[in-house]
């Protein structure tokens, strides 16, 4: 069986990039799975530099927060499947996006990853880079981007 991996951030272009998943998974009777990734947010300690950004509670707060939110985008892109047929698989995973996509598309052998473009511009995304630009050069796998 085919198997799609899509990635899922709750935004508009992810939105399109779940139905571009929709158009294809049905025809092909592929297996879609929707990951949702919550963003670890590292915390340094520069020398010399004794405070932080956040402390322990706001931090475990923040992180909260990201999990809920992802974990409601996995519900609502399960719901816009099933109103339109198709079952889906969810894992909600933490790290770093790109890292953990390619990871998860590496491991359940999937044979396409789909994800929304940001739509940054060329510089933006040099200087910034872009979750799905790094997903396109370290993804051992097809990428389909939805602009």
Not at 103 to 116: P, T, Y
Request: aromatic share 4%.
């Amino acid at each position: 069986m085919y198997k799609i991996l899509l990635a899922a951030d709750g935004s508009e272009s992810a939105s399109k990039a779940a139905r571009k998943t929709l158009e294809m998974a049905v025809p092909l009777k592929a297996g879609v799975t929707v990951l949702s990734v919550v963003q670890v947010i590292p915390v340094y300690r520069a020398a010399g530099y004794h405070g932080a950004l956040f402390d322990g509670e706001q931090l475990a707060m923040l992180e909260k927060d990201m999990e809920e939110a992802a974990s409601e985008t996995l519900e609502k892109t399960r719901g816009f499947f099933q109103e339109n047929g198709l079952e889906v698989k969810t894992v909600l995973a933490k790290g770093q996006p790109a890292d953990v996509i390619c990871r998860v598309a590496e491991e359940g052998k999937f044979d396409l990853i789909v994800i929304g473009s940001r739509g940054l511009g060329t510089i933006k995304g040099l200087v910034l880079g872009s979750v799905s630009n790094k997903v396109i050069h370290n993804a051992k796998t097809s990428v389909l981007i939805v602009k």
